[in-house]
């Protein structure tokens, strides 16, 4: 039996678009035939992200969105209706990250990780989740994990409890929104190389990284493609509460 994953007739909002990973994301929903709402802070970046998407023939719109500003985000979600409808496929992306030992960590390094990374997923899902129960309508709220979420890394307290919450936080918006038809579920990516970190994984301390990876290699973000449009289907109706690592197998390392 062949499949064939069509997001056609849906609308996607995908925040932290801008670039990196959250732009690769919108590009893979649109290409699947789903109606992109690319979000966040810098409208220029997005605005060349909807250019591209276009080019491609796909349909894309930016708006500004801040995820740490909840009056920000009621905007967005607003402004995306306005233009394709309520989105019934919410992308949780923006996130930031920075390393400190925990003992240098000054306060506002640690709030603006989690107010970020986890504040900041919770209200985006709840704008999203609202406005699909009010109009009675089933959607997918896919948010962007960790596999730091499940293991450690050195120098990174904030960024990884802020994806263990995440992790958890999925959970519990699952269990509270089934009854609504909506999904939630989480992608936790291992280590995928970006433009921001292609540079230390060809240092030695990066490379010592890259083998021990079971694998052997980095995650390209092509990797994540299938994945992420597998937990979007209309056919993954009955999953919800999961969490989908895509890491070549580093969570199931030896310590």
């Known amino acids: 039996m062949t499949y064939t994953i069509s997001l056609e007739g849906r609308t996607a909002l995908v925040t932290g678009a801008s670039g990196g990973l959250g732009r690769h994301f919108a590009g893979v929903l649109a290409g699947a035939g789903a109606r992109v709402v690319l979000a966040a802070r810098r409208r220029d970046a997005l605005e060349d992200a909807c250019a591209q998407i276009r080019a491609a023939g796909g349909s894309a719109e930016a708006v500004s ?23 019934d496929i919410i992308l949780n992306n923006a996130g930031i990250s920075g390393t400190r030992p925990a003992l240098d960590m000054r306060p506002e390094e640690w709030a603006s990780v989690i107010d ?38 050195g120098m990174l307290a904030h960024y990884a409890a802020a994806k263990a919450g995440l992790v958890q936080l999925t959970s519990a918006l699952a269990l509270e929104w089934a009854r609504h038809g909506i999904r939630v579920n989480a992608l936790a990516p291992g280590y995928v190389e970006t433009d921001l970190n292609r540079a230390f994984f060809a ?5 010592a990284l890259i083998r021990r990876i079971p694998q052997r290699r980095l995650g390209q973000m092509s990797d994540l493609d299938l994945p992420l449009l597998a937990l979007c289907a209309p056919g993954a109706g009955y999953v919800t509460g999961s969490v989908f690592a895509v890491d070549g197998g580093h969570l199931a390392s030896s310590l």
């Open 65 to 87: 969105l801040d995820v740490t500003d909840p009056a920000s985000v009621e905007a967005g979600f607003d402004a995306a209706a306005a233009r394709f409808g309520p989105p």
């Open 116 to 153: 970020t990374n986890l504040t900041g997923c919770f209200t985006v899902a709840c704008a999203g989740a609202r406005r699909l129960r009010d109009a009675q309508r089933e959607g997918v709220i896919v948010n962007i994990a960790s596999i730091l979420g499940m293991r450690v890394a």
């Open 203 to 207: 240092t030695e301390p990066g490379q």
